[in-house]
């Protein structure tokens, strides 16, 4: 039996489930690849910058299996609390979340104000602190909850490139080049003078006659302060409250994109990356060129721009290793760039592996020696050597975190405060120097490090609980030490109360033989409800699922859950529960049943139909939609005695049920797994 604490996911969110598998096809076929990243870009006009996403305390990753974890201050699914370890982005820890992750974003300002937003094959979903990321008049309250109609008119999830996020600002960018923004300042919109909502998304137009869409764009980015584009041609545009042009001008406004000049010393350099950090009221602008140096404008009153002074730049300078020297080399750049409370700082890594740190070292946030002091370009942080091999990075508005090879866990430093660091702790410290030993476990994509990795189960585990671990690479060896069993295939079995059974996974790959271990707290068993007997037959074209519970306590409802391989589930349907108040001690027998006549209508398509769609889509999404075929496709059950349409079912497809238990305060458990019989 498991147990979670989540809120009940609506009925009707299966459709929207269902009908994402027709995405899916288009998303795997996005114009970004989450491995043309960091040390392994390969192509300059689609690079995925996003992979690691840190606000001022908070943190969201994608992982190379395609999973999402996030972590920190207000990441829990409330939007007011803290995951002080990696949560994994979906819909048992996020309720109502569909589709597939495509893109995530975010903004913060400070300490306990940050909004968090994914995009999924189903749409855009929101959670945080109001008005940190978007307005409240497009998202209001703090929970995690679809925006119904939060793209632009005629944008599909699968049409976007990029969603990029900053205080205040939300952007994106289409396959097709084009920029839209959804902000709650209107110079940042970038579509003039009537661009005065803030709940409305404006595409963005060009300062130049007619105004036109600007077009062609390959990346944007942006700070609080303004944003940038980067188009295919290799010109830079820019706007917003405060930017640069290069050309020597003074900062200015601009609500309409203009063209920047991309010269130094009087010759022109193209851009491989761009970005910017700052707050609302002042910007740094940074451009990656093709030939390995770092171009830097603007403010620079905390030493960021890294040319080794603290003067403004109106005309791009290089940032320096030394008083006449070019840092070169470089292979990625990461400003702080998500967070308006005004820590203006960088990291940047060379091709060799190599990280630089420069600007404001706030709070250790660069793992440089004063915490009060700004810092010239400065080799290697502290908790670094010469040696390591950075594979990636990612600035924070309060903390860095790196990537080294053979690590296994990811290095932090900074300003350590609820959960920040992924250790379990919500204490409040400096971390001054790099730590790798009380991190946790991760394999990012386009940055894995190349160690073995072995990820813990999520939530709390009690006795009885069975886990499909997560790890890389294949081909390895689990052992397990404390009450419970493991398979070779990392299927992982509770069987007794522990507070320190340890699961060890050892393996061959890219660093040679290496190990990655996770210690798991199993408590004892809870019962809200005491199953007996659970059925579920095939009676012509119809499904019918009987089960009886023993025992019930503040039990609110169940939910039937179907499978076709006894592994991956999604709900069918809802029985409410009959105890009083939800409590009994009494035998309590329940059934359901339901046909595909009701999921016909909704879904307007035959089932042969999905069944050929199934083909076309990846994994997940293929299981979701073989379901609907095995159903019928159908939806809706009825409760108890009520009667349905009937409708076929494939005999030779395995269907499993199993029954989710949910209380009154939003825990839940699961009946056995058992398979459907023909009958």
């Given at each position: 039996?498991?147990?979670?604490?989540?809120?009940?996911?609506?009925?009707?969110?299966?459709?929207?489930?269902?009908?994402?598998?027709?995405?899916?096809?288009?998303?795997?076929?996005?114009?970004?690849?989450?491995?043309?990243?960091?040390?392994?870009?390969?192509?300059?006009?689609?690079?995925?910058?996003?992979?690691?996403?840190?606000?001022?305390?908070?943190?969201?990753?994608?992982?190379?299996?395609?999973?999402?974890?996030?972590?920190?201050?207000?990441?829990?699914?409330?939007?007011?609390?803290?995951?002080?370890?990696?949560?994994?982005?979906?819909?048992?820890?996020?309720?109502?979340?569909?589709?597939?992750?495509?893109?995530?974003?975010?903004?913060?300002?400070?300490?306990?104000?940050?909004?968090?937003?994914?995009?999924?094959?189903?749409?855009?979903?929101?959670?945080?602190?109001?008005?940190?990321?978007?307005?409240?008049?497009?998202?209001?309250?703090?929970?995690?909850?679809?925006?119904?109609?939060?793209?632009?008119?005629?944008?599909?999830?699968?049409?976007?490139?990029?969603?990029?996020?900053?205080?205040?600002?939300?952007?994106?960018?289409?396959?097709?080049?084009?920029?839209?923004?959804?902000?709650?300042?209107?110079?940042?919109?970038?579509?003039?003078n009537g661009a005065n909502s803030s709940s409305t998304w404006y595409q963005v137009t060009e300062s130049g006659s007619g105004n036109p869409v600007l077009s062609n764009v390959v990346a944007v980015r942006g700070?609080?302060?303004?944003?940038?584009?980067?188009?295919?041609?290799?010109?830079?545009?820019?706007?917003?409250?405060?930017?640069?042009?290069?050309?020597?001008?003074?900062?200015?406004?601009?609500?309409?994109?203009?063209?920047?000049?991309?010269?130094?010393?009087?010759?022109?350099?193209?851009?491989?990356?761009?970005?910017?950090?700052?707050?609302?009221?002042?910007?740094?602008?940074?451009?990656?060129?093709?030939?390995?140096?770092?171009?830097?404008?603007?403010?620079?009153?905390?030493?960021?721009?890294?040319?080794?002074?603290?003067?403004?730049?109106?005309?791009?300078?290089?940032?320096?290793?030394?008083?006449?020297?070019?840092?070169?080399?470089?292979?990625?750049?990461?400003?702080?760039?998500?967070?308006?409370?005004?820590?203006?700082?960088?990291?940047?890594?060379?091709?060799?592996?190599?990280?630089?740190?420069?600007?404001?070292?706030?709070?250790?946030?660069?793992?440089?020696?004063?915490?009060?002091?700004?810092?010239?370009?400065?080799?290697?942080?502290?908790?670094?050597?010469?040696?390591?091999?950075?594979?990636?990075?990612?600035?924070?508005?309060?903390?860095?975190?790196?990537?080294?090879?053979?690590?296994?866990?990811?290095?932090?430093?900074?300003?350590?405060?609820?959960?920040?660091?992924?250790?379990?702790?919500?204490?409040?410290?400096?971390?001054?120097?790099?730590?790798?030993?009380?991190?946790?476990?991760?394999?990012?994509?386009?940055?894995?490090?190349?160690?073995?990795?072995?990820?813990?189960?999520?939530?709390?585990?009690?006795?009885?609980?069975?886990?499909?671990?997560?790890?890389?690479?294949?081909?390895?060896?689990?052992?397990?030490?404390?009450?419970?069993?493991?398979?070779?295939?990392?299927?992982?079995?509770?069987?007794?109360?522990?507070?320190?059974?340890?699961?060890?996974?050892?393996?061959?790959?890219?660093?040679?033989?290496?190990?990655?271990?996770?210690?798991?707290?199993?408590?004892?068993?809870?019962?809200?409800?005491?199953?007996?007997?659970?059925?579920?037959?095939?009676?012509?074209?119809?499904?019918?699922?009987?089960?009886?519970?023993?025992?019930?306590?503040?039990?609110?409802?169940?939910?039937?859950?179907?499978?076709?391989?006894?592994?991956?589930?999604?709900?069918?349907?809802?029985?409410?529960?009959?105890?009083?108040?939800?409590?009994?001690?009494?035998?309590?027998?329940?059934?359901?049943?339901?046909?595909?006549?009701?999921?016909?209508?909704?879904?307007?398509?035959?089932?042969?139909?999905?069944?050929?769609?199934?083909?076309?889509?990846?994994?997940?999404?293929?299981?979701?939609?073989?379901?609907?075929?095995?159903?019928?496709?159908?939806?809706?059950?009825?409760?108890?005695?009520?009667?349905?349409?009937?409708?076929?079912?494939?005999?030779?497809?395995?269907?499993?049920?199993?029954?989710?238990?949910?209380?009154?305060?939003?825990?839940?458990?699961?009946?056995?797994?058992?398979?459907?019989?023909?009958?």
């Open positions: 039996m498991t147990r979670r604490k989540i809120t009940t996911t609506a009925l009707s969110a299966l459709l929207c489930v269902l009908l994402s598998g027709f995405y899916s096809s288009a998303a795997k076929a996005q114009c970004t690849n989450c491995g043309n990243s960091y040390l392994n870009v390969t192509d300059i006009s689609s690079i995925d910058y996003d992979n690691m996403v840190s606000l001022f305390h908070s943190t969201l990753t994608k992982q190379a299996s395609g999973k999402v974890l996030v972590w920190g201050e207000r990441t829990k699914s409330n939007g007011t609390g803290s995951n002080l370890v990696p949560a994994e982005l979906n819909n048992a820890n996020y309720s109502g979340l569909t589709g597939d992750i495509l893109k995530i974003a975010g903004g913060s300002n400070s300490q306990n104000y940050a909004q968090f937003a994914v995009l999924t094959t189903t749409g855009l979903f929101i959670w945080g602190d109001e008005g940190a990321l978007v307005s409240s008049s497009f998202k209001s309250g703090t929970s995690f909850a679809k925006v119904n109609g939060g793209l632009p008119s005629g944008v599909n999830p699968a049409d976007v490139k990029m969603l990029f996020g900053t205080y205040q600002t939300l952007a994106l960018l289409t396959c097709s080049g084009n920029v839209w923004v959804l902000s709650q300042n209107n110079d940042m919109r970038g579509a003039g700070a609080p302060g303004g944003l940038m584009a980067q188009k295919g041609d290799g010109t830079v545009w820019t706007w917003g409250r405060d930017v640069y042009l290069g050309n020597a001008s003074d900062v200015d406004s601009r609500n309409r994109a203009a063209k920047m000049t991309l010269t130094y010393s009087g010759n022109t350099f193209t851009p491989k990356m761009i970005g910017m950090t700052g707050t609302t009221g002042r910007s740094s602008h940074y451009i990656l060129g093709t030939d390995g140096y770092i171009y830097s404008l603007g403010d620079n009153s905390y030493r960021q721009l890294g040319d080794r002074s603290t003067s403004e730049r109106k005309s791009w300078v290089r940032v320096k290793s030394g008083s006449n020297t070019d840092l070169g080399n470089i292979a990625w750049i990461s400003p702080n760039e998500h967070d308006n409370y005004g820590v203006s700082a960088v990291n940047a890594i060379t091709n060799t592996g190599a990280v630089w740190a420069w600007g404001s070292n706030e709070r250790n946030m660069l793992g440089l020696g004063d915490a009060n002091s700004n810092y010239n370009p400065t080799t290697p942080p502290g908790g670094l050597s010469g040696s390591d091999l950075i594979v990636a990075v990612e600035t924070g508005g309060h903390t860095s975190m790196v990537v080294k090879k053979c690590s296994g866990r990811y290095g932090y430093v900074g300003h350590r405060v609820h959960g920040s660091m992924a250790d379990g702790s919500d204490a409040n410290e400096n971390e001054t120097t790099y730590n790798f030993s009380a991190t946790a476990v991760m394999d990012i994509c386009g940055a894995s490090s190349g160690a073995t990795t072995l990820f813990p189960p999520q939530g709390t585990v009690h006795i009885g609980d069975q886990f499909q671990l997560d790890y890389s690479p294949a081909g390895g060896t689990f052992t397990v030490t404390g009450p419970a069993t493991i398979t070779q295939t990392g299927l992982l079995t509770i069987t007794g109360k522990n507070a320190g059974i340890k699961v060890t996974y050892t393996a061959t790959g890219d660093c040679g033989t290496t190990s990655s271990e996770i210690t798991i707290k199993a408590e004892d068993i809870f019962l809200p409800a005491t199953f007996d007997k659970v059925s579920a037959s095939i009676q012509g074209s119809q499904l019918q699922v009987n089960f009886t519970t023993l025992t019930e306590q503040n039990n609110s409802h169940f939910e039937i859950e179907a499978s076709k391989d006894g592994k991956e589930f999604v709900k069918i349907g809802e029985v409410k529960s009959t105890a009083i108040n939800g409590s009994s001690n009494m035998p309590i027998s329940y059934n359901f049943n339901m046909s595909q006549s009701a999921a016909t209508g909704l879904l307007g398509m035959s089932v042969a139909v999905l069944a050929f769609a199934a083909l076309l889509v990846n994994r997940r999404n293929k299981w979701m939609l073989m379901l609907a075929v095995m159903l019928g496709t159908g939806i809706f059950g009825a409760t108890s005695c009520k009667k349905q349409e009937a409708t076929s079912i494939d005999n030779n497809t395995k269907l499993f049920i199993r029954i989710k238990q949910v209380d009154k305060d939003g825990g839940y458990s699961f009946s056995k797994v058992i398979q459907a019989v023909q009958e």
